[in-house]
Nanobody, 133 residues
């Protein structure tokens, strides 16, 4: 059974930083696709970032435009954990953040659909990130 457990959320001031973690059990991250999503109050859940590897072990990352350059997704395969380092946080980053896993074969060749939530099979319970002074 696949389980994902997020941690690292909290309250931070604008321009501050947080690092979210998502540890998987029952699933080997190196063979799949890991995504971070978020849902702000009154808004739909949206894709934030995604990381995946190819058959030769090269990693690729994807970001929504509003976080590119501020957020960094990474993975520690030994710990079966994916991270989301969030810097220069803004109040509009306030949301519940979720990690999710998917199978590589479900995505388009150009990975333009990395943010499509229906392709992700398993989800964590979410962790709250609040950016406020």
């Amino acid at each position: 059974q696949v389980q994902l457990v997020e941690s690292g959320g909290g309250l931070v001031q604008p321009d501050g930083s947080l690092r979210l973690s998502c540890t998987a059990s029952g699933f080997t991250l190196v063979y799949g696709v890991m995504g971070w999503f978020r849902q702000a109050p009154g808004k739909e859940r949206e894709g934030v970032s995604c990381i995946r590897s190819d058959d030769v072990g090269t990693y690729y990352t994807y970001y929504r435009d509003s976080v590119r350059g501020r957020f960094t997704i990474s993975t520690d395969n030994a710990k079966n954990t994916v991270y989301l380092q969030m810097n220069s946080l803004k109040p509009e980053d306030t949301a519940v953040y979720y990690c999710a896993v998917a199978r590589r074969e479900l995505f388009m060749r150009d990975w333009s659909d990395w943010y499509v939530q229906a392709k992700y099979d398993y989800w964590g319970q979410g962790t709250q990130v609040t950016v406020s002074s």
